[in-house]
């Protein structure tokens, strides 16, 4: 029997508790699809009397990083804080320390990724980020991994699961704006910040992502053209009802010869389309292949469990060495296109 495999949980908001209760609940699910014991061995967080969605045992509870990066039993540190500061120390630690990690966090991989993945390559140790883009949606893994043997012409979806959720609720149950945006909060769909949600800086970051994986180029959010929902009031949205259409905000990447154009931006959606019905925290990716064709894939876009179903899925290909080869073979970072950005 092999050792199991160990996990140290940094955060344990909205994704984290579901990462814990995944591994607390289904210890024989995943260790059978692991090939080993997947065992949460520390959860670190900021506040240790918090009351949470998940009862963790005390004595794995900590606030101290260095403990984590001290024990050698511990294979992977998955890194669910959010933000770029703290989160990107504690990463790059976390590789020096000889850990594999596993986040979701789109913003730190969009400003910092660069120099992360250099890391990981300096220490033979992986990064896996299927959490951070489109939630529960294995597009990373699509994109890597299935659509491996195509040259991808473009990437169109709907992004961010908090935008989409106030658009849907203005759009079908007529409510104003703020109280969409609070529930989204409520239900933590949203981003600590959650102009980052309505701005589309955040669906700019995961573009920027599947622009790395789908083109290899270095993408940053002001190489695109980027528009947030902030202000679309209820008039737009009524007279796009009227005409047959509904705002969704879109986030497109799209081939033109040896020039990407990327943009985010609230676009009107024809009722009856694939995208026009992806509604509340849903999000969607059409991506064309030059082979495959168009491939359509949906699902939830954010909150507890399906963000923590992708990460888990992380773990399991680490603990069983898929993720390791993936990594190596496809250099998944490297930028070596000619593509320009226009
Ligand atoms: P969250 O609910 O705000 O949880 C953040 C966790 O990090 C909390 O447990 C908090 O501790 C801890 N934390 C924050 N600052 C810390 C610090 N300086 N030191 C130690 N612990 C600290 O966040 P979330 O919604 O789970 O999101 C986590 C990450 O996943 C973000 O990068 C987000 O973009 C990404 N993501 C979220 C979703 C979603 O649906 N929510 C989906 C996909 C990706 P306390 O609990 O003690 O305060
Ligand atoms: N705040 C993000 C969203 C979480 O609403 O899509 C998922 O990445």
Same mark, same amino acid.
């Given at each position: 029997m092999q050792e199991p495999f160990s996990v140290a949980l940094l955060g344990c908001g909205t994704v984290g508790a579901g990462v814990a209760q995944l #591994?607390?609940?289904q210890v024989d699910r995943l260790g059978n699809r692991a090939g080993r014991a997947l065992q949460l061995k520390h959860v670190l967080v900021r506040d240790p009397n918090k009351v949470r969605d998940v009862s963790i045992p005390h004595n794995i509870v900590t606030t101290d990083l260095n403990l984590i990066l001290r024990d050698s039993s @511990?294979? !992977? @540190?998955v890194e669910l804080v959010g933000g770029t500061t703290w =989160?990107?120390?504690a990463v790059i630690q976390s590789l020096k320390a000889g850990k594999h990690v596993v986040t979701a966090n789109k913003a730190l991989l969009a400003q910092h990724g660069t120099e992360i993945f250099?890391? =990981?390559?300096? *220490?033979?140790r992986i990064v896996a980020f299927e959490a951070s883009v489109a939630g529960g949606i294995p597009i990373i893994s699509a994109l890597t991994q299935g659509l491996a043997a195509n040259e991808i012409q473009s990437i169109q979806?709907?992004?961010?699961?908090? *935008?989409n959720y106030i658009l849907t609720a203005m759009t079908e149950h007529g409510h104003d704006y703020q109280t969409a945006l609070k529930e989204a909060q409520q239900l933590g769909f949203a981003e600590s910040d959650p102009t980052l949600d309505v701005d589309g800086s955040d669906a700019a970051h995961k573009l920027a992502i599947l622009a790395r994986l789908a083109f290899r180029v270095d993408a940053a959010s002001d190489q695109m053209f980027l528009s947030g929902i902030q202000e679309l009031t209820p008039l737009d949205i009524r007279l796009a009802a009227e005409l047959g259409y509904v705002f969704k905000l879109i986030a497109e990447a799209r081939r033109i010869n040896q020039r990407l154009s990327l943009q985010v931006s609230p676009t009107l959606v024809r009722r009856g389309t694939p995208l026009a019905d992806i509604g509340g925290a849903n999000n =969607? @990716?059409? $991506?064309?292949?030059d082979a495959v064709g168009d491939v359509f894939l949906s699902g939830a876009g954010a909150g507890m469990m399906p963000t923590a179903s992708a990460v888990v899925s992380?773990? $399991?290909? #680490? =603990? !069983?060495?898929?993720a390791q080869h993936t990594f190596d073979s496809m250099r998944m970072w490297d930028t070596d296109s000619t593509l320009s950005i226009a």
């Amino acid at each position: 029997m092999q050792e199991p495999f160990s996990v140290a949980l940094l955060g344990c908001g909205t994704v984290g508790a579901g990462v814990a209760q995944l #591994l607390m609940q289904q210890v024989d699910r995943l260790g059978n699809r692991a090939g080993r014991a997947l065992q949460l061995k520390h959860v670190l967080v900021r506040d240790p009397n918090k009351v949470r969605d998940v009862s963790i045992p005390h004595n794995i509870v900590t606030t101290d990083l260095n403990l984590i990066l001290r024990d050698s039993s @511990v294979d !992977v @540190v998955v890194e669910l804080v959010g933000g770029t500061t703290w =989160a990107r120390d504690a990463v790059i630690q976390s590789l020096k320390a000889g850990k594999h990690v596993v986040t979701a966090n789109k913003a730190l991989l969009a400003q910092h990724g660069t120099e992360i993945f250099r890391q =990981a390559h300096e *220490s033979n140790r992986i990064v896996a980020f299927e959490a951070s883009v489109a939630g529960g949606i294995p597009i990373i893994s699509a994109l890597t991994q299935g659509l491996a043997a195509n040259e991808i012409q473009s990437i169109q979806g709907i992004l961010n699961g908090t *935008s989409n959720y106030i658009l849907t609720a203005m759009t079908e149950h007529g409510h104003d704006y703020q109280t969409a945006l609070k529930e989204a909060q409520q239900l933590g769909f949203a981003e600590s910040d959650p102009t980052l949600d309505v701005d589309g800086s955040d669906a700019a970051h995961k573009l920027a992502i599947l622009a790395r994986l789908a083109f290899r180029v270095d993408a940053a959010s002001d190489q695109m053209f980027l528009s947030g929902i902030q202000e679309l009031t209820p008039l737009d949205i009524r007279l796009a009802a009227e005409l047959g259409y509904v705002f969704k905000l879109i986030a497109e990447a799209r081939r033109i010869n040896q020039r990407l154009s990327l943009q985010v931006s609230p676009t009107l959606v024809r009722r009856g389309t694939p995208l026009a019905d992806i509604g509340g925290a849903n999000n =969607a @990716v059409q $991506i064309r292949g030059d082979a495959v064709g168009d491939v359509f894939l949906s699902g939830a876009g954010a909150g507890m469990m399906p963000t923590a179903s992708a990460v888990v899925s992380d773990i $399991i290909d #680490l =603990a !069983v060495g898929r993720a390791q080869h993936t990594f190596d073979s496809m250099r998944m970072w490297d930028t070596d296109s000619t593509l320009s950005i226009a």
